[in-house]
């Protein structure tokens, strides 16, 4: 699609982030007037060629991210390369996404729904199983204690909105590196939402536009293991999935399946190694 | 439906709760094996009539009551009357509604799709918002300092498989008094679920089957008070919402547009009091 020398293609995006946190007042257990910061959240419906897909409910902080993310993640496209446009007016609360040559079988894939545990509207869970067979992680990455708690140190920095209204999931996109070498624990993206779903989608749709690989990163959120958050983070390609939180038997029987690196309970310098043992190294 | 000294009519049920949690294996930052419990998580298909609606992924601790809290919630049957029976089959993962007279505008309903923060996939947002106009909360109910510290107390101690496994959240349903009565603060209902989504669907299914109304009753969560939260438990006629986390801009709006009376950050002896304050007795 570009020559050598150009930059990737890009497609045509609107910036419109919404402040992420509103001023309300209450009244605490002594009577007194407290204005406390909120999260917002905003319905987002997305429409796709002039089709209505679905709304999302969203603190509105990436929103083209998360449109193309939630595309990707539903495997309603397969490439970056087939947007032409994504603009999100707030105005009547919408995002108008163009594409080439249209999605990808989107009746049969909304027909069958399934909601998950952390909401993946639209998705065929039996299909996304059969995808998951294919996946295939990089099995000679490995990830060093050392970069493990340099990562938990880096990401309590940036849970701004969480510190500062809580009701929101955050999401990393960290850099990992060999034993040793130096620049891994890198925050790259950092993405907080109302719903986790959101916060991984719209992580996914920034590697799109970006063309970010999974295969040399990890991926650190602030919710549950669920079985949806890791069929996604397989899905990126991404081999290390590191949570504040704990997980699920699925979500546990999926990353032994699929061969993940899983780490959940992971605060300063506690965690529990649950799955992909062989890439972590403790002693380094 | 019954003569007046009968039993209300209940439909057919299975009772098919699955075990709540799971150990798995784990190894800890000092290199320690640990046998962790870990929170179930099961897709459950729904079927109505033959047709298939959707997947739900549960903890599975009350399916029947999941499935019709589902149906009652996103508004595709008005009565528990309409239901004949409910039938869970964990071999093949699901769970068979048969109605009298077929669900409600299926297809229009679940045409448009909204994936909510908690994930209200199949909601239509603009008709919920609509039917929230004719929401008539009790005006003349009050909460009590004394009841709202006694509910605390008591749901600390339900959140049992929250304590084992984490990554659940429950939902609870609770009586209220009049200032100085007896008998408030009992809790009727608390469900677990892998999703807050699936928690207080499964309460809204046992309100139906139960037949318990919502005006003397307080909702206790301990999730984030979400419009889709505070939508479900106005949608229950309950004019009490208390929750152990914090609130969205929309949470927000929509309780002071419908008149709930919404606490958040509830833990001890610490409270937010957020919309509604006209019913609470902070004195008493």
């Known amino acids: 699609m570009n020559a050598p020398d150009e930059a990737p293609y890009r497609p045509l995006l609107t910036n419109a982030a919404r402040p992420s946190t509103f001023s309300v007042t209450a009244v605490d257990e002594a009577g007194v007037e407290r204005t406390t910061p909120v999260a917002g959240e905003h319905p987002l419906t997305l429409f796709v060629d002039k089709q209505e897909v679905l709304t999302l409910m969203t603190l509105g902080a990436a929103p083209e991210a998360l449109a193309i993310g939630y595309l990707r993640n539903q495997r309603l496209l397969a490439s970056v390369d087939d947007i032409v446009s994504v603009q999100v007016d707030w105005d009547v609360n919408a995002v108008v996404v163009r594409t080439r040559s249209g999605l990808s079988d ?47 140190d880096r990401v309590r920095v940036h849970e701004t909105i969480y510190k500062q209204a809580g009701a929101v999931h955050g999401c990393a996109l960290a850099t990992n590196a060999p034993a040793g070498a130096a620049g891994a624990a890198e925050i790259l993206m950092f993405v907080e939402d109302v719903g986790r779903h959101n916060a991984v989608d719209a992580i996914a749709g920034r590697m799109w536009l970006d063309r970010v690989d999974g295969a040399d990163k990890i991926f650190y959120t602030t919710g549950r293991l669920t079985s949806e958050m890791v069929i996604k983070a397989a899905q990126m390609g991404i081999p290390f999935l590191v949570s504040r939180s704990g997980l699920t038997q699925m979500g546990y029987e999926i990353a032994q399946k699929v061969g993940l690196t899983m780490i959940g309970r992971a605060t300063h310098r506690h965690f ?4 992909g043992g062989q890439r972590f190294r403790g002693d380094e």
């Open 106 to 152: 989107l009746e049969a894939k909304t027909q069958k729904r399934t909601r998950t545990t952390g909401c993946g509207q639209g998705t065929v869970f039996g299909d996304l199983m059969e995808d998951i067979d294919n996946v295939r992680l990089p099995a000679g990455a490995t990830l060093t204690r050392a970069t493990l708690y340099a990562l938990l």
């Open 272 to 275: 529990l190694l649950f799955t």
